[in-house]
Structure formats: C-alpha cells, structure tokens
C-alpha cells in the first residue's frame, strides 16, 4: 500500500502520525494513531475511509457501524485499505 501513500504528517501536539491514502478509484483514507485514537494505548490504528470530498464512507459503502474502525494491527489496516482500494 505504500505507492498509495500521499503524505505523512506528525502530530506533534497529540503525541502521534497520520497517514493520508489515495487510490486510482477516488477513494482515499486517513490512518492514525495518536493520544486521542481508538487503540492508541495498544500502539494500534485507527482508520476512516473517505471519498473523492474526504467525507466518510465507512457507515455508506463499507456498511461499518460507524464512520472510522480503530484498534487495529498493520495486517488489519493494510486489509481495509486493500477493500477502499477495490471499491467501485
């Protein structure tokens, strides 16, 4: 996944990195992981996938709960971005 790596910001005043994805469909995601993100304590991720706009999509197209998933591993991670990747 990391050709579809667009930037990596540090957040210095949360402790913490952000990810920014973009894929060829128009669909991106934002994964992070700072003092303020399900799972940061563990030293998982969080991710919200979002669409050409950065609106989420995890509750529309990825039928989620919610908007963002955290406490995720790098496997995990790097699976939902494999599934943003594909989506139509």
């Known amino acids: 996944m990391k050709e579809y790596l667009i930037e990596t ?3 210095d005043d949360l402790d913490g990195i952000q990810k920014v ?4 469909n128009g669909l991106g995601a934002s994964v992070i992981k700072h003092k303020m993100s399900y799972g940061h304590k563990a030293g998982l991720w969080e ?3 979002w669409d050409e706009a ?3 999509i995890g ?3 990825l039928k989620w709960d919610d908007d963002v998933k955290g406490h ?3 496997p995990e991670v ?3 971005l494999r599934q943003v990747k594909e989506l139509v």
């Not at 994805?21 to 060829?24: A, M, Q, T, V």
């Open 47 to 49: 991710i919200a996938p």
């Open 72 to 74: 995720l591993n790098d």
């Open 78 to 80: 790097d699976r939902i």
């Open 9 to 11: 910001i540090k957040l």
């Open 21 to 24: 994805y973009k894929f060829k």
């Open 54 to 56: 950065q609106n989420f």
């Open 59 to 61: 509750t529309t197209m």
